[in-house]
């Protein structure tokens, strides 16, 4: 549930929920949903950035359509959420993103991750924005259509081999044309392998690829 309002660049505001770390925070990290919105899976990734002492936030990307949309992982509810996407507002997802970094950026270093949907907008963030130290995107399929930005920060990117969304010719294109992205593939692992919620839950591609963006926002953020 958000629990702060931000406003973008364009005057839309917008939700958002906030996790502080317990200590002085060694910086912080702005965490994109999938098609689900802010829900309970990515209001948990922001708690377990602000255990690692971090400030989380995560904006509530689709409240210029719907305010507060929040969904489940069952058939009928994936269905609803993919309509929020039939054509996506890239545009504003990043003004959104920037109001959220924006309103964090007085802690120190900014890092962003997205899942799904939201690896893309990470990925875009990290590319046309000023503020991020590093950028991790999980799974994010339209990376591919933006593949030839370059990002302004170090920029991991993760994979299922097993995902039926993303093929591997997209992986390789998006690796072929970003060598200065690290692309990662986790065998058996299929869309939406980091998450606990969902049936296609994989804990061992989770883990590795948690351990490796954790890694990665110490080395560049603090």
């Known amino acids: 549930m958000p629990n702060l309002t931000l406003t973008a660049s364009d005057g839309h505001t917008l939700g958002a929920y906030r996790a502080d770390p317990a200590t002085a925070p060694r910086g912080a990290i702005v965490v994109i949903q999938e098609i689900f919105g802010v829900n309970s899976h990515i209001r948990s990734i922001c708690d377990r950035q602000a255990e690692l002492g971090y400030v989380a936030i995560a904006p509530a990307l689709f409240d210029r359509t719907q305010r507060d949309f929040q969904s489940g992982y069952s058939p009928e509810e994936i269905e609803r959420a993919r309509a929020f996407i039939t054509n996506p507002d890239w545009d504003s997802f990043v ?33 046309r924005l000023d503020g991020f130290s590093a ?42 044309r970003r060598s200065d992205c690290d692309v990662y593939v986790y065998e058996g692992a299929d869309h939406g392998f980091h998450c606990d919620e969902r049936a296609s839950f994989h804990a061992v591609a989770s883990k590795e690829a948690w351990a490796r963006t954790v890694a990665f926002f110490s080395e560049h953020i603090g």
């Open 95 to 127: 003004r959104d993103t920037d109001a959220a970094r924006a309103a964090v950026a007085e802690v120190g270093k900014v890092g962003i991750i997205g899942f799904c949907m939201g690896g893309t907008v990470a990925f875009i963030g990290a590319t």
């Open 135 to 176: 950028a991790s995107g999980f799974y994010g399929g339209s990376i591919e259509t933006f593949a030839d930005e370059t990002p302004r920060c170090p920029t991991q990117l993760h994979y299922g081999s097993k995902d039926q969304g993303i093929p591997m010719s997209n992986v390789d294109s998006v690796r072929a």
